[in-house]
């Protein structure tokens, strides 16, 4: 089925136990450059990426999909189904419905989680990723907001109250203007018809986060599985999730990964931010050159 203004595409795809999962799919199918895949945080979805997926789609395919129990997805009856082991399957399903051999994935937050879960279960599916915000080591203290977040699972009387609620949470994230708010809102929230608005994803998504350890963790391996592609890491400047200390880790064991810091954001940049552009694009040129 075709937006009004044939912008994307949207498409329906099962996954390997029958979940419907849904992907906006931009630009031309028959491209030979390299595909893109992008995934979204924890509660968010593809919305997030239409911008550069807009951008991008001039001369490139498109994915912006919406992982399980988020957006349009269907919602999982089985909370311990919301897990990167899960997840991975139904990207891997996702590729093969689609018909893709090989993406590059830009992923934000979990999205970014996964694509290095990607490197290490399906290295060959992968010609390349774009960390944003994340990196090996997940800080406590940024993780901790997140889920507190997630478990309001409140209602709004108005998009106004949500950019509230929003800030409130997340000051740093990257909207200096009323209208970025509100874009911000409208990607994670919608509108019922008894017209309260409620978030955009599965409450249960955050059933398996409680209590985690993120010390006990180790994703070192799995970044390090991406040396061998075109790699690059966004942080945002304030981001309490990504530390300094972390990415500068991460340049040292893949030296080849462009690090990108954006200066005045938290968590997450928006990747229009024109470093950002420049460093994805250029990795898009490695990858289109190295596969073609």
């Not at 000051?171 to 970025?180: H, I, K, M, V």
Request: hydrophobic content about 40%; overall charge negative; glycine content about 8%.
């Amino acid at each position: 089925m075709n937006t009004p203004n044939d912008e994307f595409r949207e498409r329906f795809v099962s996954a390997q136990d029958g979940l419907r999962l849904y992907v906006r799919e931009y630009g031309d199918p028959r491209s030979r450059r390299t595909p893109v895949l992008c995934l979204p945080g924890l509660t968010r979805n593809s919305k997030d990426f239409h911008g550069v997926a807009r951008r991008l789609a001039g001369s490139r395919r498109v994915l912006a999909a919406d992982i399980r129990g988020r957006g349009r997805s269907e919602y999982d009856p089985d909370w311990r189904n919301y897990q990167p082991a899960t997840y991975v399957g139904d990207l891997r399903n996702l590729l093969a419905a689609m018909g893709i051999e090989g993406v590059f994935i830009v992923g934000t937050s979990m999205g970014g989680i996964l694509a290095m879960a990607m490197g290490a279960a399906a290295p060959t599916s992968l010609r390349g990723v774009l960390l944003n915000d994340v990196g090996p080591d997940v800080a406590a203290e940024g993780l901790e907001p997140i889920i507190a977040y997630v478990e309001q699972n409140r209602t709004f009387a108005d998009w106004p109250e949500v950019i509230d609620h929003l800030q409130a949470f997340f000051p740093n994230l990257p909207a200096a203007s009323e209208g970025e708010w509100m874009a911000i809102a409208k990607a994670s929230y919608v509108a019922r018809d008894d017209g309260r608005i409620i978030q955009d994803w599965d409450p249960n998504i955050v059933k398996p986060l409680r209590g985690i350890d993120t010390a006990e963790i180790d994703l070192w391996p799995y970044f390090r599985s991406l040396a061998r592609f075109p790699l690059v890491g966004v942080r945002g400047e304030k981001s309490d999730v990504l530390t300094a200390g972390t990415f500068q880790a991460m340049s040292d064991a893949v030296p080849s990964m462009v690090a990108v810091t954006v200066v005045g954001v938290g968590h997450a940049p928006t990747l229009a931010e024109p470093e950002v552009v420049e460093a994805l694009d250029r990795a898009l040129e490695i990858a289109d050159e190295t596969h073609h």
